[in-house]
Nanobody, 125 residues
Framework: EVQLQASGGGLVQAGGSLRLSCVAS????????ITWFRQAPGKEREAVLC????????YFLDSVKGRFTISSDNAKNTVYLQMNNLKPEDTAVYYC??????????????????WGQGTQVTVSS
């Protein structure tokens, strides 16, 4: 059974940092695309940042460039989202999603095969 476990959210002041983790199990961690999505209240879920075994990193939101980075530790089956200089508009539930039959990044949330449970990020002004 494929499972993703997301964690690391919390409450932080504007300008602060958080690191989210997404631990994957149930598939070989040498062929995948894993994307962090976020969903703010009343808004659609949007793709933020992706990492894939074929293409590396891909940003889907210009607003996070220079502040967010994504990385992976294949020995731990874990993908991280490092978020620096957080802003109130980053407040959302963050989800990781995995595709283990494609090794390239894409933003269409309907095609991802597995989802983590979401972790709340709240940035106060």
């Amino acid at each position: 059974e494929v499972q993703l476990q997301a964690s690391g959210g919390g409450l932080v002041q504007a300008g602060g940092s958080l690191r989210l983790s997404c631990v994957a199990s149930g598939f070989t961690f040498d062929y995948y695309a894993i994307t962090w999505f976020r969903q703010a209240p009343g808004k659609e879920r949007e793709a933020v940042l992706c990492i894939s075994t074929n293409e590396g990193t891909e940003y889907f939101l210009d607003s996070v460039k220079g502040r967010f980075t994504i990385s992976s530790d294949n020995a731990k089956n874990t993908v991280y989202l490092q978020m620096n200089n957080l802003k109130p508009e980053d407040t959302a539930v963050y989800y990781c999603a995995a595709d283990y039959v494609r090794d390239y990044c894409y933003s269409n949330r309907h095609l991802y095969l597995a989802w983590g449970q979401g972790t709340q990020v709240t940035v106060s002004s």
